[in-house]
């Protein structure tokens, strides 16, 4: 039997989950169909998706179409939750692109198809909600086609739109927009002699190399279209494949918690075979399998084993994370969507036990890598990362309903960075001046291109010393830079180790090794700290701010008003054009009036605009005070500070 591993996406409420439960029913899956707004869905589980009628998590559900085994992988449309997103799709075999007929092509459908061409992710797209007054098809067709720039396929057409008798009906497909790719095809259409079996076997080929994207119309609530769209996923997307006898290879999209507080690894298995009681390398050390499960008809079921092409949940691996590979790595797995550029501390109820919260929120961010957890011991706080103000109040809720844990947040603020303005160099000698500990290290601090990141090299020789104590100064720098002069991380810059120096292991006649007269790993992590932020003190660092890229689209007649309000909050349109009765700006804006503006454009474009943002670079602070994050390290800017807290006193 063959397997496909199928991903639903879309923007918010373009009808995903709807989709999936007509999907289920006209497979037999289900009996009845759930309703988002009634929160009775089978892939909406937790109790804050069914309240606010959107997916947040993604889930799983297999059904079988004749001889093929489809696992379906619902996921979140919102854009607070594109990280849940983003790790579905290493996992894909193919995808199908839901888009409204009422309205069209919206911000995140854009992201979306941009993001599934990049990755060559074969991709049906299924105009939803035709039965709905408004609903339209060949302007949905040129929006397609036009803001996707992508070559799409009508697969038939649509009787009854915007009524609830309205239909799909499968025709002919277009033979002009497959010769585009295909010269013999394009020969054989000039002839004439160009027969309907050749052009469907042309139509899988160029869907399976994302050449092209077959357009299917209907309606998940009335079923319209679907059947189609499901002999379409069968005949055109292709197959899992892997070969079960190779080397394991497999990827983890998913961890949640069970009912006793088990972990549960959701993982794509590319190659091999997984058993219980295998011992796997994982990237915390090695994993024991203590149990399997394995998708199929609607549910999981326990199994002893997964072979590769499947999804499975796993028991056992403790000290797993999202994107964590098992076995050999499949391919990078890396960021596709922007990492998050806002920051909020989370503040405890008056009757919420603090241990209780950070222990929960740990959890949370082992089920989403990219929500950031910093916790500061002096002030007792805890901040998170995020996306948007949607996705706290998801954190919030989730605390209360599975946690029991009230909380309530501190105004959002963006995620700002640091880069050395400049070249400093600094270094201590052991014994020399105020240096307390058994080491010498000397480092050069200098800037990189932006995107660089941190490098780390060496100007002294590498047998000068034991390798371990370089890989503690190595490992100090990196994690001291994570708060540089204003408490923000350090980023795009070149550290290089000037000096080193060390005593070797001392001891007396007829007695042991000497501590007080020998170096160790801990002189070199201790005294890293205070030389790199001297160096850094000597460079000086420059703080940076997110920017989005923006796009707004609205009438053209509400530019007037736009232009001062955009001015207000720091938008500064790059490029402005007009469309007819439209016009459409690009600009960049500050990661912090992201969430202002979004409130402010329906009002603005009589609620006709269309705002799409997503993170694009970080920009030099220049307007207001640079802004400073508290330190949450052991602050080597203040030297007896920082020496009482290491040492337990204030020098030699």
């Known amino acids: 039997m063959h397997l496909l591993n199928l991903g639903i996406l879309a923007h918010v409420d373009a009808g995903k989950t709807s989709l999936t439960e007509r999907l289920l029913h006209s497979v037999g899956i289900i009996d009845e169909i759930g309703s988002v707004d009634a929160g009775s869905t089978q892939t909406d589980t937790l109790a804050l998706e069914r309240q606010r009628g959107i997916t947040i998590k993604s889930a799983v559900v297999s059904f079988p179409v004749d001889d093929v085994t489809v696992n379906l992988i619902d996921t979140p449309g919102h854009p607070d939750f594109i990280a849940e997103v983003e790790r579905v799709l290493g996992v894909l075999d193919g995808a199908v692109l839901v888009v409204s007929a009422v309205e069209g092509v919206q911000a995140q459908t854009r992201i979306l198809m941009r993001t599934l061409r990049r990755l060559g992710i074969p991709t049906l797209v299924f105009v939803n909600k035709i039965d709905r007054r408004g609903a339209r098809d060949a302007d949905v067709l040129r929006e397609l086609t036009e803001r996707l720039s992508a070559p799409v396929v009508p697969m038939g057409t649509v009787t009854d739109l915007g009524t609830g008798s309205a239909a799909f009906h499968p025709g002919p497909v277009p033979e002009d927009v497959l010769t585009d790719h295909d010269d013999d095809l394009l020969a054989a259409y000039v002839d004439g002699t160009l027969a309907p079996a050749r052009v469907r076997d042309a139509l899988r080929a160029q869907t399976r190399r994302t050449l092209v994207h077959p357009v299917y119309f209907g309606s998940a609530a009335t079923g319209a279209g679907v059947p189609a769209l499901i002999a379409a996923i069968k005949e055109l997307l292709p197959a899992a494949d892997g070969d079960p006898e ?48 394995v998708f199929g008809h609607g549910t999981d079921v326990r199994h002893e084993s997964v072979p590769a092409g499947r999804i499975a949940r796993l028991w056992g691996l403790t000290g797993i994370r999202v994107g964590d590979t098992l076995g050999e790595p499949h391919k990078e797995y890396g960021h596709f969507f922007a990492p998050p550029t806002l920051e909020t501390v989370v503040v405890p109820g008056p009757d919420t036990d603090r241990r209780s919260l950070h222990l929960a929120l740990t959890q949370l961010a082992e089920q989403d890598p990219l929500i950031g957890l910093r916790h500061d011991e002096v002030r007792q706080e805890t901040s998170v990362s995020l996306y948007g103000e949607v996705q706290k109040e998801v954190v919030q809720a989730t605390l209360a309903d599975e946690y ?7 105004e959002t603020t963006p995620l700002c960075v640091e880069r050395p303005v400049g070249t400093g160099e600094a270094a201590e000698f052991i014994k020399k001046g105020a240096n307390p500990f058994l080491a010498t290290v000397g480092l050069r601090v200098e800037p990189a291109p932006p995107g660089a990141g941190v490098t780390f090299g060496l100007e002294v020789e590498l047998g000068a010393m034991p390798y371990a104590f370089f890989k503690a100064v190595e490992d100090t720098v990196r994690a001291t830079l994570g708060q540089g002069l204003h408490g923000w991380q350090v980023t795009d810059c070149a550290v290089t180790m000037t000096h080193s120096g060390y005593w070797p292991r001392q001891s007396h006649a007829h007695q042991g090794f000497d501590k007080s007269m020998s170096s160790t790993g801990y002189d070199f992590r201790g005294l890293t700290p205070l030389v790199l932020v001297e160096a850094l003190r000597r460079a000086g660092t420059r703080v940076y701010e997110p920017m989005h890229r923006f796009r707004l689209e609205a009438p053209a007649d509400t530019l007037g008003g736009l232009l001062p309000v955009l001015a207000a909050l720091r938008a500064v349109p790059r490029t402005t054009e007009t469309r007819g009765g439209r016009c459409v700006l690009e600009g960049a804006v500050p990661a912090a009036r992201v969430h202002g503006l979004e409130q402010r454009v329906p009002g603005l474009t009589r609620g006709e605009g269309e705002w799409e943002s997503a993170f694009d670079h970080h920009a030099p602070v220049v307007h207001g005070t640079v802004p400073e994050r508290p330190r949450t390290d052991h602050n080597p800017l203040n030297r007896k500070e920082y020496l009482l807290n290491v040492t337990g006193r204030t020098g030699a």
Do not use: C, M, N, W
Request: no cysteine; charged share 25%; net charge positive.
């Open 246 to 293: 190779g080397p394991l290879s497999a990827t983890v999209f998913k961890v949640e918690r069970g009912p006793a507080g088990e972990k549960i690894a959701y993982a794509r298995l590319f190659s091999g075979t997984l058993r219980t009681r295998d011992r796997i390398p994982v990237a915390q050390g090695e994993g024991r399998v203590t149990a399997i499960s």
């Open 404 to 410: 029991g844990l009230h909380v309530t947040f501190r």
